[in-house]
């Protein structure tokens, strides 16, 4: 009813406004709390800076009249969205409330999203979402899933133009899972989110297989096997926590300067136990982590996708508290081969990176690709190209550290001067060659190691000699293919000064509409 003097009207719209802010009400948001989730009003206070959280569009209701939904007052239309500062700095959300209608999309409730993400994209700064939705709000039909594409339309423009990050709070099925899919990063919380196309009872009918919700898509599905989750968090709450932090390492937008953070560690530090971390045989493996750590700002390293494609690693640090990112095989696992998900998994971090202009540091231990059957019926080919495609595509500036192995295509693909690295090092371990010696004697003195009296002998004679040629950092520095040969504790020090020499770096690419790289 419409009140007469002002502060009638300033009274009906706090009660308008305290209604909307009860969600679903007591027992949705019981039920939500006793399922360990907290509610998308509280997950927001937490993501953002302690009262920076302003509301947008709060009062947005739904207009759908069919299947009952026309007595129905859905509260904020089951979504949150809004700007607030996080670390001091300006980020928009949207957060889905599963208390309100089972935080389902229909019509509106995407207005709502789309209006937040426009908004993200004209001020240039990163956009978040939360997600804890039933899906399409079924009673809506279409409209919802016009407003599913509008999304997907706004994550795929926005893409590469600000950070886009997904946090999965609940469940995600069917095309529901295409918005987290198309932005830069996925999180998921044990115990509460799953995501896939068709759930459990689906698979049973369709092709016989009995699976769990968890086994289908839950956090270590995607974490492991399949690699759509980059980050898994325990609770809500370090959910939030991870999505700050990764925030921290990013700029507002690929037109925004990168966030240099105060640093305590010194540009002149030595890592003296790098000296030591390469074992004396050269088949036994190390923990490359160590490496990346001892470079970093006071030993920090933040890594997503942590549980899949193990062989390689990817993880943003700091150098002088500038964003780095750093690709790295990890001898630790498989001898740190390349396989078509680590292609995967380095080619799409490379890509990142370099959209937000974060540099890139390599560090290069690898036997080469993974041969075989598998790989290659998996499309190793194909997905190779993809780390091809990226770090030549990249201007950011490109440094490389060869540690130890660096062999044949494998060497390439770890950005070597040939892909635009713009400062190459080796340490006194490193072995460049085209493959290993035993098997290029193989080949190469075929005939000789036959016809030798004892054949095992002559191709470790051989095998010695190639070795001492290709196996070691001389040849490729006297090539110039290497810059500088380097002690392993000065590492850090020379990755200060390269990164320091060229911050000013600035490459134009080709005039076109875009790459087309290999997928
Ligand atoms: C409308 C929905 C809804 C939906 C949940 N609700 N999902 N309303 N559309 N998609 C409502 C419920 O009716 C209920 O309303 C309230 O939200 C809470 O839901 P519950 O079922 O009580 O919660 P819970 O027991 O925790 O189960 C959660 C759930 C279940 C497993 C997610 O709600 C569910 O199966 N929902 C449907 C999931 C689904 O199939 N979605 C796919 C839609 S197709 P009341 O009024 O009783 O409180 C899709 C395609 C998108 O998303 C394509 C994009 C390209």
Not at 388 to 395: D, G, K, P, R, V
């Amino acid at each position: 009813m419409t009140k007469n003097t002002t502060a009638e009207k300033i009274r009906e719209f706090l009660e308008r406004k305290q209604q909307l802010g009860t969600m679903g009400g007591e027992k949705m948001v019981r039920k939500q709390r006793e399922q360990g989730k907290m509610t998308a009003r509280e997950r927001l206070d937490l993501l953002f800076d302690k009262g920076t959280f302003q509301e947008v569009q709060l009062f947005v209701k739904h207009r759908s009249t069919l299947f009952g939904l026309g007595e129905k007052e859905i509260n904020a239309d089951g979504v949150i969205t809004g700007f607030g500062q996080v670390n001091g700095r300006v980020v928009f959300a949207a957060a889905q409330d599963f208390t309100s209608a089972g935080g389902s999309l229909g019509e509106m409730h995407a207005r709502k999203i789309w209006k937040v993400m426009d908004m993200a994209v004209d001020a240039k700064k990163p956009f978040v979402a939360l997600n804890d939705s039933g899906g399409a709000r079924i009673q809506e039909g279409i409209s919802a899933l016009n407003g599913y594409s509008g999304i997907f339309y706004r994550n795929s423009i926005a893409s590469g133009y600000i950070p886009q990050i997904s946090a999965m709070m609940g469940p995600t099925a069917g095309g529901a899972v295409y918005s987290p899919a198309l932005t830069d990063w996925i999180f998921m919380v044990k115990g509460i989110s799953y995501m896939y196309i068709t759930g459990p009872d689906v698979v049973k009918a369709v092709i016989a297989e009995e699976v769990s919700h968890e086994e289908l898509g839950g956090p270590m599905a995607h974490a492991e096997k399949s690699g759509v989750c980059h980050f898994v968090s325990e609770n809500d709450e370090e959910c939030l926590r991870q999505i700050r932090l990764l925030l921290s390492y990013l700029p507002d937008s690929c037109h925004s300067p990168l966030p240099i953070a105060p640093c305590s560690d010194r540009a002149d530090r030595e890592c003296p136990e790098l000296d030591t971390i390469i074992p004396d045989r050269s088949n036994r493996g190390y923990d490359m982590k160590k490496v990346i750590s001892a470079v970093a700002d006071n030993g920090e390293l933040f890594e997503p996708h942590q549980f899949w494609a193990k062989n390689i690693v990817v993880a943003f640090i700091r150098i002088m508290g500038r964003p780095m990112g750093v690709i790295a095989n990890n001898p630790g696992f498989g001898a740190g081969v390349l396989d078509v998900n680590a292609s995967d998994k380095a080619a799409r971090f490379i890509r990142f990176c370099d959209a937000f202009n974060i540099p890139l540091l390599t560090f290069t231990d690898l036997p080469g690709y993974m041969p075989g059957t598998r790989q290659e019926w998996a499309g190793i080919i194909r997905h190779g190209a993809k780390m091809l495609h990226a770090y030549s595509e990249a201007t950011v500036t490109k440094i490389t550290v060869v540690v130890r192995k660096a062999y044949g295509g494998g060497y390439i693909a770890m950005c070597d001067k040939g892909l635009g690295a713009d400062y190459v090092m080796a340490w006194p371990s490193a072995e460049i060659a085209v493959m290993g010696s035993e098997g290029a004697c193989n080949i190469v003195y075929r005939r000789e190691i036959a016809e030798a009296e004892d054949p095992a002998a002559k191709r470790a004679e051989l095998a010695a000699s190639y070795e001492a040629q290709f196996n070691n950092p001389y040849f490729a520095a006297g090539l110039g293919i290497i810059d500088e040969i380097i002690l392993p504790r000065e590492t850090r020090m020379r990755v200060v000064a390269i990164l320091d020499a060229f911050k000013d770096k600035k490459q134009i690419r080709l005039s076109k509409k875009h790459n087309n790289i290999p997928l």
